[in-house]
């Protein structure tokens, strides 16, 4: 899985029926050293009700499609996480309540 | 398959993968002689590895290929822990 920052949400209304009633969450990919944005985008779909600014992780490929919300759906990213806290060597380099 | 350092782990307890008490490591992908790459991966872990271990990485659909992880949403697992690495008769990495 990776790691990846809640930075937006994506809106469709004509599309493919398969992935009606489904919410897009715009992710910022994070370098885990310092939970800083890399620049690199991805459009997942919300496996666990993530908020905006939160970090999650998500599952790619087949494996996105192992959740009940998009099963048999065509999906290639879904957020399977929402991170409490990320210790690199012992420290935290992120803590959900302190940072 | 890819060679990672265990660099840490990842808490989550708000989590859609319906796997009972799992554990997250974050890894950093390395090679044969233990050099870092830039590239870090969430991996469920299946064999107790701890921080500074060099393991071995399954990605895609083969991480659902165990029982702990069949038809569940994970896409990278730690399979092993590495002990020795062996390239043209020089040991390049040894735990």
Redesign the interface.
Known sequence: ???ARVVGTVVSTRKEPKIEGIKFLLLEKI??KTVKGTGDYVVAMD???ANFGEIV?Y????????????QNRPSDA?????????????TY?YHKDRD | MLLAKVKGTVVSTKKADSIRGPKYLLVQVCDHREKLRKQYVVALDLVGAGVGEVVIIAQGSSARQTKMTFEKPIDAVVAGIIDLIEEKGTITYRK
């Open positions: 899985m990776l790691l370098d885990p496996g666990v009700g992780f599952a790619a490929g087949s494996s996105s499609r192992m959740t009940a919300v998009t879904t957020i399977t996480a929402i991170v409490d806290a990320i210790d690199v060597e012992g380099v």
